[in-house]
């Protein structure tokens, strides 16, 4: 069963934008907190973004001011807008969906789009 499918990754030069989608599961996504993480190579897991279902947003500092997340309920998709790359943001980009409801909790993940950046 996927919860989560990711797609937009790409190589971009540095200074260019991308934008990731990530499409999930009808039953879960209004309930779920969505979040973007990434991981570099040689590198753990770090959080990029978050959006709650009411649509509150948390940043890596390090990405503040340049991305932006986003929800279509519409559609069941959580976007991350991506400006003024950098080639530090190079890595592979997992989309997550955490929640829990009437005694069932997920943490779905999907299964990565890699962006590289050029410099």
């Known amino acids: 069963q996927v919860h989560l499918v990711e797609s937009g990754g790409g190589l971009v030069q540095a200074g260019g934008s991308l934008r990731l989608s990530c499409a999930a599961s009808?039953?879960?996504?209004?309930?779920?907190?969505m979040g973007w993480y990434r991981q570099a190579p040689g590198q753990q897991r770090e959080l990029v973004a978050t959006?709650?279902?009411?649509?509150?947003?948390n940043y890596a500092d390090s990405v503040k001011g340049r991305f932006t997340i986003s929800r279509d309920k519409a559609v069941n998709t959580v976007y991350l807008q991506m400006n003024s790359l950098k080639p530090e943001d190079t890595a592979v980009y997992y989309c997550?969906?955490?929640?829990?409801?009437?005694?069932?909790?997920?943490?779905?993940w999907g299964q990565g789009t890699q962006v590289a950046v050029s410099s």
């Open positions: 997550n969906a955490v929640g829990r409801f009437v005694g069932r909790s997920w943490d779905y």
């Open positions: 959006i709650t279902s009411g649509g509150v947003t």
């Open positions: 009808r039953e879960i996504f209004s309930i779920s907190t």
